[in-house]
């Protein structure tokens, strides 16, 4: 960047207003596109916080679970996946404004930058290879926090570890089982990932009937109860199908499995199917058939 001034200007002038002036002028510029720049992620940002819009929109993700899209979880999941978003872009565009707003100031100077862009393409390489677990851990996080494969409060299968995801982080997500252990998984060694929580869910439940029950008349009792659990008021919303019986899943010397399968609000497939069995049971004992197997 070279500021032309004319030859009559004094010497003090030239000296006042030449260097200095495009220093200050390349300074200015860089805060101002800085700012702007800041902004525009900052509103992104917002976006996805209130589910309005931004990058990969959760609300079409998870079409038809209205109930779960007003929880505390949800929004406390888009409100990470956008500070985190955030934070991420606002660092690497302050880093990429520095370095070109430096660069340029050491041309206007006079220094020689291209042996300094040499020995920092060395450097560069040096810590790419020293930090590539890191770097891939970390680029693993952002495809992961862009894309919503998981957020805060999900029901995950990682492979080696299950849980709910208590915070999704850019390089270790912390995971908590069953058990109340916390997991902490390295992002960048995540090679699947299972979530049980997104859009809906399925409640499955394979019904063991002994040898000589009247399987027709079974499958029409399963029915009859899921039918009557989708109509009680404390489940009001949580079936959003209607429940079916697929029919036969096993046969063996001992009896069969009938398969019941009912379709609900993300999460709540466990509390559905143990009513269900409770149910089930009851059905039974009421109606004189043999006491089923549940799973």
């Known amino acids: 960047m070279i500021l032309e001034l004319p030859r009559e200007t004094p010497e003090w002038v030239r000296s006042l207003l030449g ?112 930090a590539q677990t890191m770097i891939k851990d970390l680029i693993a996080g952002i495809f992961m926090i862009v894309e919503d ?32 252990t916390v997991w902490y998984v390295r992002n960048g060694e995540i090679l699947r990932v299972g979530n049980r929580s997104q859009g809906w869910a399925r409640a499955v ?7 000589g029950t009247d399987v027709v008349r079974a499958q029409a009792l399963l029915l009859e109860v899921a039918r009557s659990l989708d109509k009680d008021p404390d489940f009001t919303g949580v079936v959003i199908e209607e429940p079916k019986v697929w029919g036969l899943e096993a046969v063996s010397a001992d009896g069969v499995a009938v398969r019941l399968v009912v379709k609900t609000q993300p999460l709540r497939q466990w509390t559905v199917a143990r009513e269900l069995r409770r149910r089930i049971l009851d059905a039974f004992a009421t109606e004189g058939l043999p006491r089923p197997t549940l799973p």
Not at 30 to 54: D, K, Q
Not at 205 to 211: H, I, M, N, Q, T
């Open 205 to 211: 439940l394979d019904v063991g009937l002994s040898a």
């Open 19 to 130: 260097t200095p002036l495009q220093i200050a002028v390349i300074v200015v510029v860089a805060m101002v596109t800085r700012w702007i720049l800041l902004r525009i992620i900052g509103r992104i940002a917002e976006g996805i916080a209130n589910g309005s819009g931004g990058l990969g929109r959760l609300d079409d993700r998870l079409a038809g679970a209205t109930a779960f899209l007003s929880s505390p979880l949800t929004s406390a999941r888009r409100e990470q996946r956008a500070r985190t978003t955030a934070s991420v872009l606002k660092s690497a565009t302050t880093a990429v404004i520095a370095v070109v707003a430096g660069l340029t100031v050491l041309d206007t100077v006079g220094a020689r930058i291209t042996p300094l862009l040499a020995s920092a393409g060395v450097l560069g390489v040096a810590l790419g290879f020293g």
């Open 149 to 180: 494969q998981y957020g805060v409060g999900d029901v995950v299968d990682l492979g080696e570890v299950n849980g709910t995801v208590e915070s999704v982080g850019l390089r270790v997500t912390r995971v908590r089982d069953a058990d109340g």
